[in-house]
Structures are given as structure tokens and as C-alpha cells.
């Protein structure tokens, strides 16, 4: 006999409970027993008035926007109501059948403002990083390092040469805040500082993105997202956002180590990186100050490729500060006698040694050595023997172990812009990419501790 459906009658009670229809294996389940929240309160406390309508609790408004980052909800409006309909984020938020959501414009007023004042996200991030070090997730020993290009919320179409733009005139009173906040960044090492290449075209409605084609496609405008893990579980340590820039990636390669060394007493023994990061003075401050092994390609323009000798078939005698070419000749910085003592430092950071043009002239190896030239010469980096250890590093077995572990930071960001969905900001200005970087980040490292720690399984009644 065929049944047929009664027509809904509203109950005038219901039984119902939350918990009970949240599967047990839920991803937010697992994530609810990582989120620490105790203390927010108290952090915002002094941005909040002692008068006036009650606020809506930021605790709420925190663990809607981790939502929002952790299941790829990318839309604050569409975030209101994904949690007003579904059962396992309400349980999440602690919000009853019948509490309202709040609205989506709550968001940005408490973003742009007492979020921000009091550094909120920055604090959820360091504490979930806390709590990733608490469970044995990081060993502190070995960490990697990279940037990868959001797409800014800016287009071509508003945008001119950074020429026909007059910085000058703009009146940082009515200006939008994405302009206010390039205008304060405009000294900043991670952005107007970072370079003084001016790029091509500058967004009227996001100034501070950086117009680049570094994907080898069409052209955008650009923010760097950089992650600084621990490669044994590839826990993000640290954030940054910066300019789509090299320059400023590596400046927050700085930033971020001696940002967690005093944060979390973390001193890697080795760094892993690629070849951006291979600079002389990068290698120089990882080797010289903080004693950091390089396990990063040098980046070294001088080898030639036109079958000349280079660089390094040329032998340094340390004690004699002069080079040995392959004919037996040598390469020295004077030579003559100085009546003032010179280090010989350019302002590049390089140092030249010199052959002398009677060597040369008579030398069998002229043709492979200096053809076009009267005498050779030879640069060599005040910070040379960091570099050296980095090429000595690179033929290791080490090196190729650190090599495989690196692909652990572009699998998080492949995760962060095909899972996640962060593959353009929403939010505009310095201010907001660090905003969405940071929420993304604690996003990323939650879902880490849900999967390496799921939430144990209800015991049978």
C-alpha cells in the first residue's frame, strides 16, 4: 500500500538539540576543540564604550569569520545565510535555533575598526601557532619559506601610469581607505619602501597592489602572501603580506624568522627556500647572524656562458686577500701602495680584484679568460663565504631532503586558493590582505590540527 505525506502542521513544542545532529565526524567538530576564544574579551574590552546598546559578541563574529575561511565561504553575505541555515555551523558559532545571525555589515565596521586597533587576528593566529606547539606539531628545526601572488580586488580599467597620478594632491582626509592606507605604507619596508622601481600602473581604488605579470600571463594587480612553516608537519609558523615585489618577499623572509624567534623561542638550524631567496645578503644574515644553515640556490649571475672561465675557476687565497687565475697570475684589489687603508667595498657590497695588463697580454689563456677586455677582473661579495656554504649545502644529501620538504609551503597554497578560495582578496588596502592572510592562515592551521587530531568517536549509549 503506497503512503502518502501528511501536510507540515507546526508543533506548538519540539524536542530538538544541536548537538545531536552534528555528525560526530563533522570537520568543524573536530576544529571546535582548538579554538581558544577565552580571552577576546578582555583584549577588546578597552575599544568597546561603557554606555550605550550592547554590541554583538565578538566571539560570535570570530567564529562566523573562521567559518566562513575554514569551509571557503568567501562572501560575508553568503557566510549570514550559510550560518543561518545550516545545523553544523550554528553549533559551531553557539547559536540556537532561535538566535538571530547577525547582519553582514557587522563585519566590516568591527574590521575597520576595533579588530584592527587591538591586532585581533594577528593574536587568533599566534594562538592557534601556541597551540600547534603545545601538540608537538612543531620541531622548530627546519623551516621553509615562500610568497605566492593573490589577485587584488582592482582592475585595469581604473587604473593609469603611475606618472599621471598625483600622490601629491591627494587629501588623505576624504581619500578611500584603501588610498589612506598606501599613503601610510608609502615608508614601509614590506611595500612603498620595498623598491624604487615604480610599477607600470598604479589602482586608483587599491594603489598599494602591485601591477605584475611574474605568472608569465596576462598581467594584474597583486599582493604576496608569504609562509614561513615548520617542515615537519607544515605548520605555519608566521604570515606576512607584502608587495608582489622580490625585495619585500625576502625583507618578510626576515621579518617572520626573528618575528618567531621572539614569539615562540623558535631557532631553525636550517632555512629552505628557492632561488629568490638566494641572495648575498640574505645568505650573509642567515649565515653571520643568526647562524642559520642555507639550504637555498645561490643566486649568482657571474657565470658566464660564452665558454670564458668564470668566476669560480678563479682559486681565493684567503691570507693573501688575492685571487689565483687559471694561468697562475694574480687578481688584487690595489696595486699600489695605498697611503689610507681602504676596504675596497663597493657601494653593490662587492669587492674587485684586478689582473694586470702585462699578465694578461702575455697569458696562453687570454681567449678563454678576457678576450674584449685588457685585464680581468673578478667580484667578489663581502659575504662570499655564506655563499660558498650554500653552494657546498646545495651537492648534499641534506639538500635534497630540504628540497622535497619546500614543496610542502606551494601545497598549502594550493590548498588556500583551490580549497579555500583565496585566489583574490575581497578586502582592499595593506590592512585588508593582511586581514584575509592572517583569518587564512588560522584556517589553514585549524584544519591541520582537525586532521591530525579528529574528534574522538561518541560512545554507544
Same mark, same amino acid.
Given at each position: 500500500m503506497m503512503g502518502s505525506r501528511h501536510a507540515m502542521q507546526g508543533a506548538l513544542f519540539y524536542e530538538f538539540s544541536l548537538e545531536d545532529h552534528v555528525p560526530a565526524d563533522h570537520l568543524l567538530r573536530s576544529v571546535d576543540r582548538f579554538v581558544?576564544? $577565552?580571552?577576546?574579551?578582555?583584549? #577588546?574590552?578597552?575599544?568597546?564604550?561603557?554606555?550605550?546598546r550592547p554590541s554583538i559578541d565578538p566571539d560570535l563574529m570570530i567564529r562566523m569569520l573562521l567559518v566562513g575561511y575554514i569551509m571557503g565561504v568567501r562572501s560575508e553575505r553568503r557566510l549570514c545565510e550559510e550560518v543561518h541555515l545550516n545545523l553544523a555551523y550554528r553549533w559551531f558559532c553557539r547559536l540556537d535555533l532561535t538566535d538571530p545571525v547577525p547582519d553582514h555589515s557587522t563585519f566590516s565596521k568591527n574590521r575597520h575598526g576595533r579588530f584592527r586597533d587591538c591586532d585581533l587576528f594577528r593574536q587568533l593566529f599566534e594562538g592557534v601557532v601556541a597551540r600547534c606547539i603545545a601538540e608537538r606539531l612543531v620541531g622548530g628545526e627546519r623551516f621553509a619559506v615562500d610568497a605566492s601572488l593573490i589577485r587584488a580586488d582592482a582592475n585595469k580599467q581604473n587604473a593609469t601610469p603611475i606618472g599621471d597620478w598625483p600622490i601629491d594632491r591627494l587629501d588623505p582626509e576624504t581619500a578611500p581607505r584603501a588610498v589612506r592606507e598606501y599613503l601610510d605604507t608609502l615608508d614601509d619596508a614590506a611595500f612603498g619602501a620595498a623598491t624604487e622601481v615604480k610599477p607600470k600602473f598604479t589602482s586608483h581604488v587599491d594603489p598599494a597592489s602591485q601591477w605584475t605579470g611574474a605568472l608569465r600571463g596576462p598581467a594584474f594587480f597583486a599582493y604576496a602572501t608569504n609562509y614561513l612553516i615548520d617542515t615537519d608537519h607544515a605548520v605555519i609558523v608566521d604570515v606576512e603580506a607584502t608587495r608582489a615585489v622580490r625585495q619585500a618577499e625576502t625583507g618578510a623572509a626576515r621579518t617572520m624568522i626573528e618575528r618567531t624567534m621572539d614569539r615562540f623561542g623558535l631557532y631553525p638550524e636550517a632555512l629552505? %627556500?628557492?632561488?629568490?631567496?638566494? &641572495?648575498?645578503?640574505? #645568505?650573509?644574515? =642567515?649565515?653571520?647572524?643568526? *647562524?642559520?644553515?642555507?639550504?637555498?640556490p645561490v643566486f649568482d649571475k657571474s657565470e658566464r656562458k660564452d665558454g670564458t672561465f668564470s668566476n669560480t675557476d678563479f682559486v681565493f687565497d684567503r691570507e693573501a686577500d688575492e685571487y689565483i687565475c687559471p694561468g697562475g697570475s694574480r687578481l688584487k684589489k690595489y696595486w699600489r701602495t695605498m697611503t689610507k687603508?681602504? $676596504?675596497?667595498?663597493? +657601494?653593490?657590497?662587492?669587492?674587485?680584484?684586478?689582473?694586470?695588463k702585462r699578465d694578461c697580454a702575455c697569458c696562453a689563456l687570454r681567449d678563454r679568460c678576457t678576450p674584449n677586455q685588457p685585464? !680581468?677582473?673578478?667580484? @667578489?661579495?663581502?659575504?662570499? *663565504? /655564506? @655563499?660558498? =656554504? /650554500? !653552494?657546498?649545502?646545495? *651537492?648534499?644529501? %641534506?639538500?635534497?631532503? &630540504?628540497?622535497?620538504? !619546500?614543496? +610542502?609551503?606551494?601545497?598549502?597554497?594550493?590548498? #588556500?586558493?583551490?580549497? =579555500? +578560495?583565496?585566489?583574490?582578496? @575581497? =578586502? @582592499?588596502g595593506p590592512n585588508g590582505a593582511r586581514d584575509e592572510f592572517h583569518l587564512a592562515a588560522t584556517a589553514q592551521n585549524l584544519r591541520k590540527l582537525a586532521k591530525l587530531f579528529p574528534a574522538p568517536a561518541p560512545t554507544p549509549a
Open positions: 581558544d576564544l $577565552t580571552d577576546i574579551r578582555a583584549r #577588546l574590552r578597552p575599544f568597546y564604550s561603557d554606555t550605550g629552505t %627556500a628557492d632561488t629568490a631567496y638566494g &641572495s648575498a645578503d640574505m #645568505l650573509g644574515w =642567515l649565515v653571520y647572524e643568526h *647562524g642559520i644553515e642555507p639550504h637555498i687603508a681602504r $676596504t675596497g667595498v663597493c +657601494k653593490d657590497g662587492f669587492i674587485r680584484y684586478y689582473a694586470r685585464a !680581468r677582473k673578478v667580484a @667578489r661579495h663581502v659575504h662570499e *663565504g /655564506a @655563499r660558498n =656554504l /650554500a !653552494r657546498e649545502i646545495t *651537492g648534499s644529501d %641534506a639538500y635534497v631532503a &630540504s628540497s622535497r620538504a !619546500r614543496k +610542502k609551503v606551494e601545497m598549502l597554497f594550493a590548498h #588556500l586558493k583551490r580549497i =579555500l +578560495k583565496l585566489d583574490q582578496l @575581497r =578586502l @582592499r
